[in-house]
């Protein structure tokens, strides 16, 4: 369930600050970068921030 939400915020993120380079400033494509780094990061070294995020502070469960 916990993959399920990283993603579905990962994703949210990438599609919200895009449209807000699009409309507001184009700097917003750095948290579009920033997002992309984490996920290549979590990839490699198998330690998610926002997984840590989702069980400490939220409570999710796998």
Same mark, same amino acid.
């Given at each position: 369930m916990r993959e399920r939400i990283i993603r579905a915020i990962a994703g949210t993120l990438v599609l919200i600050s895009i449209l807000l380079a699009v409309y507001v400033n184009i700097y917003w494509l750095l948290l579009t970068a920033f997002v992309g &780094?984490? &996920? &290549?990061? #979590? #990839?490699?070294?198998?330690?998610?921030?926002?997984d840590d995020i989702l069980r400490k502070v939220f409570k999710v469960d796998s």
């Open positions: &780094l984490n &996920l &290549l990061q #979590s #990839s490699i070294t198998k330690w998610c921030l926002m």
